[in-house]
C-alpha cells in the first residue's frame, strides 16, 4: 500500500527564488491538501483540491504561492520570490471523497531560505 | 473561529505508566482527529471521533469525545518508548454538514518515554 509521497524531503533555497515542491496522493484518494508547519506549531491548511478543482485557499496562500492538480493526480506547490517567512515543513494530505475520511500526510518537505 | 487548545504541552512520563492528552475547542466538535508526529516527519492517523460520549480504542490508545462535542481526550495505558512523539489533535471546521476538509489543528503535546 502506496502512502502519500512527497518530493523533495529538503529544499534549501536562496531569498528570492522560486520553488516548486511535488505531492502524490494516494492513488485512489480524490481530495488534495497542502498545509505548512512551523516549528512548535500544527500544521495550518493552505489549499485543498477535489480532484482537479481547487476548491479552497487559506488567507495564508498569498498571490506568491500557487498549487495546481492536473489530471487530478499529483500536485505542485510552487512558491514564486520565495522570502525568509516561507520557512517551514510543507505537508501534503489525502482522503477519499465521502464525508469525515481521515486525511493521511506525507513525510512533508522542509524549506529552508537563506 | 474555531481554536483548539491541547494540554499539557509536553510531558515526560516513565515507562509502563498511563498518561491522558486533552484537546478543547472553542466551538462543537464535528470530526474530531487525533494524529502522531515524529519529529521532521509527517502525520500518522490514530482516530476519528464525531459523536458525542464516542470512546474507541486502538491497542494501548483510547480516545474519547465528551458528550458536549468539545472536549477530547487521549489515554495512553502502559506507556512505551515507542509511544513517543508529538500527539496532534485536528477538527473538521465544516458546521456538520459534510466535511470539507480544512482540518485545523492544536499546538501539538510532546510526549517523551523514559525507559
Known amino acids: 500500500d502506496t502512502g502519500v509521497s512527497q518530493n523533495p524531503r529538503h529544499k534549501i533555497t536562496k531569498r528570492g527564488q522560486n520553488v516548486t515542491f511535488r505531492c502524490d496522493p494516494i492513488?485512489?484518494?480524490?481530495?488534495l491538501y497542502w498545509y505548512r508547519q512551523t516549528l512548535g506549531q500544527g500544521p495550518e491548511f493552505l489549499t485543498y483540491f477535489q480532484n482537479e478543482a481547487q476548491l479552497e485557499k487559506s488567507r495564508l496562500l498569498s498571490d506568491r504561492f500557487s498549487a495546481e492538480r492536473p489530471k487530478g493526480s499529483f500536485s505542485t506547490l510552487e512558491i514564486q520570490r520565495t522570502e525568509q517567512g516561507d520557512s517551514a515543513m510543507y505537508l501534503c494530505?489525502?482522503?477519499?471523497?465521502?464525508?469525515?475520511?481521515?486525511?493521511?500526510f506525507g513525510d512533508g518537505t522542509r524549506l529552508s531560505i537563506l | 473561529s474555531q481554536e483548539l487548545e491541547q494540554s499539557p504541552q509536553s510531558l515526560i512520563v516513565q515507562e509502563g505508566k498511563n498518561l491522558t492528552i486533552n484537546c478543547t475547542s472553542s466551538?462543537?466538535?464535528?470530526?474530531l482527529y487525533w494524529y502522531k508526529q515524529k519529529y521532521g516527519e509527517g502525520l500518522i492517523f490514530l482516530m476519528m471521533?464525531?459523536?458525542?460520549?464516542e470512546e474507541k480504542s486502538h491497542e494501548k490508545i483510547t480516545a474519547k469525545l465528551d458528550e458536549k462535542k468539545q472536549q477530547s481526550s487521549l489515554h495512553i495505558t502502559a506507556s512505551q518508548p515507542s509511544h513517543a512523539g508529538i500527539y496532534l489533535c485536528?477538527?473538521?471546521?465544516?458546521?456538520?454538514?459534510?466535511?470539507?476538509?480544512?482540518?485545523?489543528f492544536g499546538k501539538g503535546t510532546k510526549l517523551s518515554v523514559k525507559p
Open positions: 485536528g477538527a473538521d471546521t465544516s458546521l456538520g454538514g459534510g466535511s470539507q476538509g480544512n482540518l485545523i
Open positions: 492513488s485512489e484518494h480524490n481530495r
Open positions: 494530505a489525502s482522503s477519499g471523497g465521502t464525508r469525515y475520511q481521515p486525511q493521511h
Open positions: 471521533l464525531q459523536k458525542g460520549g
Open positions: 466551538k462543537t466538535l464535528y470530526g
